[in-house]
């Protein structure tokens, strides 16, 4: 079952790929050797997707983020895959690897995020 995180995530305008979707109930786990995307420029849809992996670190308070969750509307969502080795390309977030269960379920960011109390 995947995590409930209270969040409203941004949405990218400029497209109907969107850097975090729907997962819906079939959603499967990834091998982090499965992705193949090559590094690319900093576009706006990269941007949202920055931008709403630092409101997920600053909500959980943690640099270990899900690939999936659910939203605070009771939407199941996971990262587009492709922005997630993209950031790992471009150093946003750690050198990607499985899980216990051998599949890519969480991604950290090379950097903390910490909201001021």
């Known amino acids: 079952m995947p995590k409930i995180i209270d969040i409203h995530l941004e949405k990218h305008s400029g497209g109907p790929s969107q850097p975090f979707h729907s997962a819906g109930p079939k959603y499967q786990y990834r091998k982090a ?18 931008r709403d992996l630092i409101r997920l670190a600053e909500r959980l308070q943690s640099q270990e983020l899900p690939i999936d969750f659910i939203d605070g509307s009771g939407t199941h ?6 922005c997630v080795k ?19 379920e969480t991604i950290r960011l090379s950097f ?3 909201m001021p109390k």
């Open 86 to 104: 993209i950031a790992e390309h471009g150093g946003f977030i750690q050198p990607l690897k499985d899980g216990p269960n051998g599949e890519l």
């Open 33 to 50: 050797a499965e992705l193949t995307d090559m590094p690319a420029k900093l576009t706006p849809r990269l941007a949202v997707f920055y």
């Open 112 to 114: 903390a995020v910490t």
């Open 77 to 82: 969502v996971a990262m587009d895959l492709g």
